[in-house]
C-alpha cells in the first residue's frame, strides 16, 4: 500500500530553516503530483505547495521563501523552508496523487497523506 513519510520538523526561531523530507513507497513516484500542506491549530488545511514532475507551484503566504523539490531515485520529497515566521507554525503534510494539472490546491483531489509533522517558529 501506498505510505507516505514526513520528518525534518522542529523549533525554529524567527528567520531561520527547516528542510521537510517525505518519503514514499507503494506508488510509481515519478508519475505522482506531489504536495505540501499545513493546518494550524483552529484553521482548515491550506496549500503550500505543489510539484508536478518539473513544475512547482507555491502559495502566496511561502512564494520566495519555500522551495520544493523531488528525488525520484529516492521517492522523496523536499521542502526547503527559508525566512521562516511564527505564521508558519503548523501540522506539515505531505500529499501525493497520480499526475494532473488541475486544483492543485484543493485537499479533495490528493489521494494519500502522510502523519505530519509539527513545524513551530518562535518570535
Known amino acids: 500500500q501506498v505510505q507516505l513519510v514526513e520528518s525534518g520538523g522542529g523549533l525554529v526561531q524567527a528567520g531561520g530553516s527547516l528542510r521537510l523530507s517525505c518519503a514514499a513507497s507503494g506508488l510509481t513516484f515519478s508519475s505522482y503530483d506531489m504536495a505540501w500542506f499545513r493546518q494550524a491549530p483552529g484553521k482548515e488545511r491550506e496549500f503550500v505547495s505543489w510539484s508536478g514532475g518539473t513544475t512547482t507551484y507555491y502559495s502566496d503566504s511561502v512564494k520566495g521563501r519555500f522551495t520544493i523539490s523531488r528525488e525520484n531515485a529516492k521517492n522523496t520529497v523536499y521542502l526547503q523552508m527559508n525566512s521562516l515566521k511564527p505564521e508558519d507554525t503548523a501540522v506539515y503534510y505531505c500529499?501525493?496523487?497520480?499526475?494532473?494539472?488541475?486544483?492543485?490546491?484543493?485537499?479533495?483531489?490528493?489521494?494519500?497523506w502522510g502523519q505530519g509533522t509539527q513545524v513551530t517558529v518562535s518570535s
Open positions: 500529499a501525493a496523487r497520480p499526475r494532473r494539472y488541475d486544483r492543485i490546491w484543493y485537499v479533495g483531489t490528493y489521494d494519500y
